[in-house]
């Protein structure tokens, strides 16, 4: 078990008795927050322990046929504290870990932490074959630690959960998705070189590849924001102490840049009104707030250009409208 905290191998000898919550937490949203929000709610005085797992047991246990992931583990990590983790702690899923049964389990990773009570969500499962319920820990807590198991949370009449969330973002319906998260959802990476075209085009962009196993919204072209993650500005200078990072509005293209012929699924960001920003290497963050197209073949670079100068002044228009 690796424990993301500030003392990553501290020993469980030195952890009190504790409320702990179990579950993967992809996208963090506020099904998840809740189950948080109630954990330190029904144990206020006790340290609010979060055991999440690394990678996503699905692609584990099924090799390539896990879901995508809406956040990474730092991202998630850093969401949970926000949610109000006191700790951390991923507990790295393997083969192995997949064959223990409920009781080696609880026996192995949740019994150290001294929990006096677990939560989860309703529809947990654990243990080999997926065989534990919430009705197996509360077997296995009997007389040890209290569970509690909280119903999926509701917007818009819909279940929230993090599929639903990798559903959205597949129809290219990124305020659905931003509905479900509570947030808007974020794609973040290293800004690489790209093919260059854009700024011969007078459309300089920040690219970011599309990791394998990692959600992102449909091919299209979507208005939002982009945010330098290491505390710079758009020339690479350290940002004053204590000052924010800048959201810059941004028009996002995201595909395969199908009249040049490519390949690989990129989001490339054009800052709207900036065209010298220094970003090469820079870790960003792309907030998607609404999609302006599908992504399209055109015939020339006539065209094209017509097409993206009507894609600025449409993101300029629906980021006004969104800051209203």
């Given amino acids: ?105 609880v026996d192995r990773f949740l019994i150290p932490l001294r929990p006096a009570r677990i939560v989860v969500g309703e529809n947990f499962r654990f243990g080999h074959k997926a065989s534990g319920s919430v009705a197996t820990l509360a077997e296995l807590g009997e007389g040890r630690f209290a569970v509690t198991a909280l119903p999926l949370v509701h917007v818009r009449d819909e279940e929230t959960c993090s599929s639903a969330v990798r559903a959205a973002l597949t129809d290219g319906d990124v305020e659905r998705a931003a509905a479900m998260l509570g947030r808007p959802f974020r794609f973040s990476g290293i800004v690489c070189h790209g093919d260059h075209r854009g700024r011969e085009l007078g459309f300089p962009t920040a690219n970011l590849p599309v990791p394998h196993g990692y959600a992102c919204p ?84 006539e065209a094209l250009i017509e097409q993206m100068d009507a894609d600025v002044a449409e993101t300029r228009r629906v980021l006004a409208d969104a800051a209203r």
């Fill in 218 to 301: 449909a091919d299209g072209v979507y208005a939002g924001w982009v945010t330098r993650l290491d505390g710079r500005d758009g020339h690479g200078n350290p940002l004053p102490g204590g000052a924010a990072a800048p959201a810059w509005p941004a028009a996002i293209s995201v595909g395969t840049n199908p009249t040049f012929d490519g390949a690989d699924q990129r989001v490339e960001s054009f800052v709207l009104d900036r065209t010298d920003l220094e970003l090469y290497d820079a870790p960003i963050a792309v907030d998607f707030v609404a999609r302006i197209r599908g992504q399209v073949r055109f015939d020339g670079i």
């Fill in 1 to 105: 078990m690796v424990g993301c905290s500030a003392a990553v191998d501290r020993g469980e000898e030195h952890v009190s008795e504790s409320v702990v919550v179990i579950g993967n937490f992809d996208g963090v949203h506020p099904g998840h927050r809740k189950v948080l929000a109630e954990a330190r709610a029904a144990e206020p005085g006790l340290p609010l322990i979060v055991v999440t797992f690394w990678p996503h047991p699905a692609s584990v246990v099924r090799p390539d046929g896990g879901p995508k992931l809406l956040t990474n583990l730092d991202d998630r990590v850093a969401l949970l504290r926000e949610a109000g983790a006191d700790d951390v702690r991923v507990i790295e899923f393997t083969r192995e870990l997949s064959q223990l049964s409920p009781a080696e389990f």
